[in-house]
DNA sequence: AGGCATCTTGTACTACCGTACAAGTTCATG
DNA sequence: CATGAACTTGTACGGTAGTACAAGATGCCT
């Protein structure tokens, strides 16, 4: 029972600390909100004391900037498995229909994006990240739909927005139809299924 | 210079009070988000005494609830004006366009709006008022669309949504030809216009 | 091995938060 | 006009927030 016994202290690791301050500044956020995002939920969250949220991020804006941005990193990557997916697919308007209600299911990466949009509409120096989002989805869908991808895309999220608000799943089938019924051109002579009069 | 001076003290009226504290937490959603109203930013913003934020409304939770409820009334005004524009107008594409824009440009019953989707998100007890507001604009665009006003309101939501986070208006033109195309029907033999190829 | 920049951690300070409350004021009622 | 319930207002209290900072620990460098 020595009395000198020193300070426990984790061995220095600078990177682990960043990730996990960020992935706990996500948490945070999807779980409470930016407004209510605290140094002191994220150094908990992050198993880490107080100090190190400020030793690494300044301030609580700087903190709360680092996890939205790797909340972009998220998106990205979501968006280039949604691509590979839709390049694949037989029907585009299935398989996108499909992605919106996983999408809508796990709610996490979802809740992060109104959340970053919400705040954008505050905060002028979130748009960028909030724009960047947008023109990577536009991007994505302009490949599987081509000039309709502004209208998919409006249907897209309003349809995520509605699921995630109200806690009724995406309709699959509702939202598949809609996009097919988008994206089918003039020309196209198939007959569209009448609804039951 | 009389020592006895009483204390300057406004007439009693209740009605104007919850009018005023409602009206400024309303203010301040929309300005900094439900996760920074405080009972003091609401209370300067109404232009009376902290206590009278918590004589009328004991707790925080109450106070936010109030405005989000008297916000929902003023959704459902909007929405009836709505509908009469959209049963008046010649072409309720072109009109619903110009609502969008509308309701884009003016920004804070929109960025309510989306406020109170967020805040529904996590807190369950916000789900009816959510839910309410949805319902009610699905009633509104189903008079003036019939079955294809699932599709329109996703959107119109979704449309709205990007022009609130981008600081991009509308684009009505765009949005018009959008909507149009949703609710041609299948056996409308009238041939759209091929885009440039 | 010793030095030193860098990292880790605990603690402290000030400001602001939600809420409680008492004292003063108003006004409908008798 | 006396009364008392209802309203108005200022202030206070315990708690938590953002941020600062000093002291200890680490590990690369020579």
Redesign the interface.
Known sequence: MSADQRRVQRPRDPQARRDALTAAVIESIA??????TTHRSVATRAGLPLGATTYYFPTLDDLVEAGLRRAAEIFDRDLTSWAERLAAAADPATELAAIAAEYAAD?VPA?LA?????????D?RL?PL??RR?GGLREVLEAAFG?CA??V???????V??A????VPV?RE?LAS?VR??TR???DRE?????RA
Chains 1, 2 share one sequence.
Request: net charge positive.
């Open positions: 779980d409470v909100g930016i407004g209510r709610a809740r109104y959340e970053l949009s919400a705040a954008a509409m505050r002028e748009r909030a724009h947008l000039r502004y209208a895309g409006a249907v897209l999220d309003g349809a927005l509605q995630l608000t109200t806690g309709d509702a809609v019924r988008l051109t003039g020309d007959p569209l299924r009448r609804d």
